[in-house]
T-cell receptor
Framework: GAGVSQSPSNKVTEKGKDVELRCDPI?????LYWYRQSLGQGLEFLIY????????KSGLPSDRFSAERTGGSVSTLTIQRTQQEDSAVYLC???????????????FGPGTRLTVL | KQEVTQIPAALSVPEGENLVLNCSFT??????LQWFRQDPGKGLTSLLL?????REQTSGRLNASLDKSSGRSTLYIAASQPGDSATYLC????????????FGKGITLSVRP
């Protein structure tokens, strides 16, 4: 079946503009995660959703970052008033959390490369 | 706060060599540990997932072990090939309901023909 997809694959924007990044998880996966990968910083957790609710938003760097998930499926990560330090690859992952061991492998999308000029 | 360390950051080996990639973590209260592969400009591909109650997992030429009490995991790659060249990341999921992963910075492997 189809994997996790993300759009756009690349986004170049000017400082101060707002951007929206989209993630389509694997069909039927209940959990969805956003991570950020910056040069030299490694992969950082941003937020995760279980269904449409976000139990953990602790990784969001500032209040300029927000995310929502609708219908237990598609998620959008929004960055307002982008800054140059927001430049990174934003990765989305999904998993099927049933509470049974062995079902929670996270499957990643190809990422969105964001460049803020 | 969980910290995951992977040393060295880069490794270059000749084709055919067996090799071990190391991962260490500071908090042993984990639910599972996952090894990923990342090719340049691509997303992450899950290689192996080890539950906290398990000692190892195998898939083809790959074998991952977990010693939770000492906070260590290793990824063993047998008979390395140039196609194995990639960045390998380990990530731990904490015990409890939170399923977010904490990643190491990865080891960039180059296998020379």
């Amino acid at each position: 079946g189809a994997g996790v997809s993300q759009s756009p694959s690349n986004k170049v924007t000017e400082k101060g503009k707002d951007v929206e990044l989209r993630c389509d998880p694997i069909s039927g996966h209940t959990a969805l995660y956003w991570y950020r990968q910056s040069l030299g910083q490694g992969l950082e957790f941003l937020i995760y959703f279980q269904g449409n609710s976000a139990p953990d938003k602790s990784g969001l760097p500032s209040d300029r970052f927000s995310a929502e998930r609708t219908g237990g499926s598609v998620s959008t990560l929004t960055i307002q008033r982008t800054q140059q330090e927001d430049s990174a690859v934003y990765l989305c992952a999904s998993s099927f959390l049933s509470g049974r061991r062995g079902t929670d492998t996270q499957y990643f999308g190809p990422g969105t490369r964001l460049t803020v000029l | 706060k969980q910290e995951v360390t992977q040393i060295p950051a880069a490794l270059s080996v000749p084709e055919g060599e067996n090799l071990v990639l190391n991962c260490s973590f500071t908090d042993s209260a984990i639910y599972n540990l996952q090894w990923f592969r990342q090719d340049p400009g691509k997303g992450l591909t899950s290689l192996l997932l080890i539950q906290s109650s398990q000692r190892e997992q195998t898939s083809g030429r790959l074998n991952a072990s977990l010693d939770k009490s000492s906070g260590r995991s290793t990824l063993y790659i047998a008979a390395s090939q140039p196609g194995d060249s990639a960045t390998y990341l380990c990530a731990v999921r904490p015990s409890g309901a939170n399923s977010k992963l904490t990643f190491g910075k990865g080891i960039t492997l180059s296998v020379r023909p």
